[in-house]
């Protein structure tokens, strides 16, 4: 009997975490820059569908970059189009690491990646539909070398 209900338990558990788990809505879209070498007149452009308009995003900017990069910041120029609307941009001053501490992200051998939030809270889409975006470094070098991938990442926020 003891037993029976061993096994009810476990069973009931089981199907509360499989239950309680949410598909997390995620686009992500990643450009390679060819050779390492992004020049200012070509930026990273994409598109993305928004279908539900009364939640909220976090977007983010993802970077991959190798130790080689010379500097502890990027310059962006990051412009978001909404569904028949204009393309409006935002300079961002996106920090990549520090003397003391090294590189933000995470890592492997000499690549980083750095993921971080455009705005410091959530966004809402008023229109459904296809958004574009394209994200160019306005760093004063050019081409910037050693930046391996630019990208834009929206995140669906689930609030209790």
């Known amino acids: 009997m003891k037993k029976h209900w061993i096994n009810f338990f476990v069973g ?3 199907a509360v975490f499989l239950f309680s788990c949410k598909q997390v809505e995620v686009f992500e879209q990643n450009q390679v820059i060819a050779s390492g070498k992004w020049m200012r007149n070509a930026p990273v452009q994409g598109t993305f569908e928004i279908t539900d308009t009364q939640s909220v995003y976090n977007i983010y ?3 991959r970059h190798t130790d080689a990069y010379e500097y502890n910041n990027i310059w962006l120029n990051i412009g978001l189009q909404s569904p028949g609307g204009e393309m409006n941009f935002q300079k961002v001053d996106l920090t990549l ?3 003391q501490n090294g590189w ?3 890592g492997m051998n ?3 990646e750095v993921r971080k939030l455009i705005s410091g809270r959530p966004r809402q889409f008023i229109k459904p539909g296809k958004y574009y975006f394209q994200i160019g470094h ?8 050693h930046v391996l991938n630019a990208g834009l990442r929206v995140e669906k926020v689930y609030q209790p």
């Open 61 to 63: 900017i993802v970077l």
């Open 12 to 14: 009931m558990m089981c």
């Open 104 to 106: 933000e992200g995470t």
């Open 97 to 99: 690491g520090n003397d």
């Open 138 to 145: 306005i760093m004063r070098h050019d081409p910037l070398l």
């Open 110 to 112: 000499d690549i980083r």
